[in-house]
């Protein structure tokens, strides 16, 4: 509207100048009649012209109001608590190989799912709710195989927690939560689609974080809960265009020796033992874990592109034999985010047989279980907005500390382990 009548008013002023031209020129000296003719006609295709675009413009005007008066009656129709509410999920499709030595190959497809939301309460109090595929429950993957002659695929409670920030450096948190510890770069010596149980309070001011964690494994009538009880601190500091983080960790498991606190009944490579279980527990874990973490971080941009460096540390200081300590280290270049991004990486990690609680280890790496080690190549380009295509190629070994008996082969140490996963990423 505002830009026609930019345009009307210059013609008018020059419709108006024509005619006080043509004015002049008649007064001042005699002119030929088709001269005069001539400019009647201009003056005259000038003023329609203007009317024409007059009428345009009130045209214009009355359809912006109509469509303001339309915008503002959607807007009323709403109820109040829909801007409460961001809604936000992913879809992944996966093809994966696994190629373990003396055991046969194996070629699926997996899909994932998550959908869920954050809920603002009040100023000072949200909460989020997520629901996610997944293959009985298993804390560790929400992947479902398409196999089962196309059956429904089940979804489970991800997410379900309330978190109220009382103070821009304090947060509680209760519930089935996101980890509230920081994990170094790409460190999976805890497997990133865990969510913990429980309550957790975080404190972050200036470079300075902190936390501290209560996490429920498994609740008994009888013999005590195994719970996780753990805290945090570290520093993150900006140096120039880089930045550097510095962390330590305390993970003390409470009530998990001489108990099987294991999801399907697998201890996922941690040593058991017969001798000296709870009732109704055998086979159970031979050793306690208080795990100690100390983990590094550097990043800078090179190129453009952002570096990033990680190393991450943990010794269990309460393991009866030598297999007690995990390390992780690697490195990622450029980051996959906007369309036509793209990012690549490596890391090596060795995780002994009792360094972790191996219900917490990755459900990829080394066939899911501690006792392993090995480098992970890791690749992914950004196709569009929100759709991302990632490759990342295991090269492992399992069994590392304790042999494993393979029928017609014997006793294998150092087993080699290969899992190559091609994933298309789908984000809302």
């Given at each position: 509207m505002q830009s026609m009548k930019k345009v009307s008013g210059p013609l008018m002023m020059r419709t108006l100048g024509v005619g006080a031209a043509v004015a002049a020129v008649l007064a001042v000296s005699p002119a030929r009649a088709d001269e005069v003719s001539e400019l009647k006609a201009a003056v005259q295709a000038l003023q329609k012209r203007l009317d024409t675009l007059e009428s345009q413009a009130k045209v214009t005007e009355e359809t912006n109001d109509r469509q303001t008066d339309q915008?503002?009656?959607?807007?009323?129709?709403?109820?109040?608590?829909?801007?409460?509410?961001?809604?936000?999920?992913?879809?992944?499709?996966?093809?994966?190989?696994?190629?373990?030595?003396?055991?046969?190959?194996r070629n699926r497809d997996r899909i994932r799912v998550r959908a869920g939301f954050v809920a603002k309460v009040n100023d000072t109090i949200s909460t989020e709710l997520q629901l996610a595929s997944s293959e009985g429950g298993d804390p560790r993957s929400s992947n479902q195989t398409l196999t089962g002659e196309n059956t429904r695929k089940s979804v489970n409670i991800d997410l379900a927690y309330a978190e109220w920030k009382p103070h821009a450096d304090w947060k509680l948190t209760a519930g089935k939560m996101k980890y509230p510890w920081v994990r170094p770069g790409q460190s999976i010596l805890f497997d990133g689609d865990i969510n913990p149980e429980g309550l957790a309070v975080n404190f972050n001011h200036g470079a300075f974080f902190a936390s501290s964690f209560y996490n429920i494994l498994e609740e008994r009538s009888t013999t005590g809960e195994s719970t996780l009880f753990g805290g945090q601190v570290g520093w993150k500091q900006a140096i120039g265009t880089a930045s550097v983080t510095l962390g330590a960790s305390l993970f003390d498991f409470n009530s998990v020796q001489h108990r099987n606190p294991f999801f399907n009944a697998s201890s996922n490579g941690n040593t058991t033992t017969t001798v000296g279980?709870?009732?109704?527990?055998?086979?159970?874990?031979?050793?306690?874990?208080?795990?100690?973490?100390?983990?590094?971080?550097?990043?800078?941009?090179?190129?453009?592109?952002?570096?990033?460096?990680?190393?991450?540390?943990?010794k269990n200081d309460a393991a009866v034999n030598s297999y007690d300590t995990a390390y992780s280290a690697g490195i990622q270049y450029g980051r996959a985010s906007n369309p036509?991004?793209?990012?690549?990486?490596?890391?090596?990690?060795?995780?002994?047989?009792d360094s972790?609680?191996?219900?917490?280890?990755?459900?990829?790496?080394?066939?899911?279980?501690?006792?392993?080690?090995?480098?992970?190549?890791?690749?992914a380009y950004a196709f569009a907005r929100n759709w991302t295509l990632n490759l990342t190629y295991f090269m492992n070994k399992t069994n590392i500390d304790v042999p494993v008996t393979v029928a017609g082969v014997g006793s294998i140490r150092d087993r080699d382990y290969k899992r190559l996963q091609v994933d298309m990423n789908f984000k809302y």
């Open positions: 915008i503002a009656q959607a807007k009323s129709n709403v109820p109040g608590w829909v801007p409460n509410f961001n809604f936000k999920g992913d879809l992944r499709y996966r093809n994966e190989n696994i190629d373990q030595e003396y055991a046969p190959g279980c709870f009732p109704g527990q055998s086979p159970c874990l031979l050793n306690d874990y208080n795990l100690i973490e100390g983990f590094a971080e550097y990043s800078v941009p090179v190129a453009g592109r952002p570096l990033s460096l990680y190393a991450d540390y943990i036509r991004t793209w990012e690549i990486g490596y890391f090596y990690q060795k995780v002994e047989k972790l609680n191996a219900q917490f280890v990755d459900s990829d790496f080394a066939g899911g279980n501690s006792d392993g080690k090995g480098g992970v190549f890791k690749a």
